[in-house]
């Protein structure tokens, strides 16, 4: 029996021509009322763009660990919508 999926969150990172590094977060859970990633899936563009962050992680004699925040940084677009893939 396949397991089935409660939501799937993308993220893609264009780079240049013609790379793109895009990321899949998936859960057979529901997202819990009122948690940020709630929050961050039912809420709009502006909230998004004011908490969604990305971590980095550069390493050359130290490590370095610093956050971004994407929409404040790149022009973010969002889609939201019930698909079933088969």
């Known amino acids: 029996m396949a397991a089935t999926t409660s939501f799937v969150l993308t993220v893609n990172l264009p780079?240049?021509?013609?790379?793109?590094?895009?990321f899949y977060f998936a859960s057979p859970d529901q997202l819990l009322q009122g948690s940020l990633l709630e929050n961050l899936f039912n809420d709009d563009e502006e909230y998004r763009n004011q908490r969604f962050k990305i971590v980095n992680r550069i390493v050359k004699m130290v490590e370095n660990h610093s956050a971004c925040l994407l929409g404040k940084a790149l022009t973010c677009n969002y889609h939201k919508g019930r698909t079933i893939c088969r």
Not at 15 to 22: A, F, I, L, T
């Open 15 to 22: 780079g240049k021509e013609p790379q793109n590094v895009v």
